[in-house]
């Protein structure tokens, strides 16, 4: 997708993780923008989706 603009409706955070920027929305509300490594850092909104979203497939896999 190099040289276009393409917007993305992910609800698994893990699909968009490697694009230029992410914009984040709550109730039609702009609640963050950024990288995914900016968003995790700033550990608001998207930084809570992504833990809860990493701690259920941690359950689902199991122990290592």
Not at 41 to 57: F, I, P, V
């Amino acid at each position: 997708m190099e040289n276009r603009t393409s917007i993305i409706i992910a609800h698994r955070l893990f699909t968009i993780r490697h694009v230029d920027r992410i914009l984040v929305l709550h109730k039609g509300h702009l609640v963050e923008e950024g990288t995914h490594n900016e968003l995790l850092n700033r550990q608001g909104y998207y930084h809570r989706l992504y833990q809860l979203q990493y701690q259920e497939q941690e359950a689902v896999a199991g122990p290592a």
